[in-house]
């Protein structure tokens, strides 16, 4: 799911009837994803690993059904054995679960909404104070950040916003943003977003006579 020209031109277009009401700066992010998640596969390979070997703790005979199957022998298996199967069945289920984790659209599945909420925080705020924290002289900047692949969304302000507009007063934004996201029309999302944080900065800053426009009118893809 990418934007195009068009969803650029639109968005700056929005950007610019919103801050023509408003002293505030609105500043866009899209993301393509907020994090890489290796992490994620990472854990699920050891927990393939601690799970082979519970199943051999519970059930020690396979280890020893396992070598006859492979030596094709039915003397005595060696005393190391069983730790040998072990050893190469744990091999096995990291190397697996790491090669199937590997697919990104399967590694972002299995991993929790949590975390996936926590990274893209994480990622905006990273973003927020590059390109819109305290870069107006009214400390009135606010990011709109969205990440795609998670499907979430963030809206971060500035210290005088952030000071008299309550955070949960962004959600209608947020829900007309993640909706059209989740219809795959992200760029008509952007441009709801964007429309209403600007109605709600005109109500507490609105523009004054002498306004400069202080951030870039466009849209950032990081």
């Known amino acids: 799911m990418r934007l195009g020209p068009e969803d650029h031109a ?44 519970a199943v051999l703790a519970a059930e020690p005979w396979l280890a020893t059904r396992l070598w006859e199957w492979v030596a094709g022998t039915w003397s005595a298996p060696p005393a190391g054995a069983p730790f040998v199967v072990a050893l190469v069945l744990v091999t096995l289920a990291f190397l697996v679960v790491r090669y199937l984790l590997a697919w990104t659209p399967l590694r972002l599945a299995l991993t929790p909404g949590a975390t996936k909420t926590r990274r893209v925080r994480r990622r905006a705020l990273a973003l927020f104070r590059i390109g819109a924290e305290r870069r107006t002289v009214g ?6 950040y969205l990440s795609l692949a998670e499907r979430r969304a963030e809206i971060i302000a500035d210290a005088a916003i952030h000071d008299r507009v309550a955070p949960d007063v962004w959600g209608a934004a947020m829900a007309s943003l993640l909706a059209d996201v989740r219809d795959g029309r992200p760029g008509d999302g952007l441009v709801a977003a964007i429309a209403q944080v600007g109605q709600v900065l005109a109500e507490h800053f609105p523009r004054q006579a002498d306004d400069v426009n202080e951030l870039p009118d466009r849209l950032v893809e990081p």
């Open 139 to 144: 400390r009135t900047g606010v990011l709109i």
């Open 10 to 53: 639109r968005v700056s277009e929005a950007i610019r009837a919103a801050e023509a009401t408003t002293a505030g700066e609105i500043v866009p992010a899209v993301a393509q994803r907020s994090d890489a998640y290796h992490d994620a596969a990472l854990q699920y390979a050891v927990l393939a690993m601690l799970g082979v070997l």
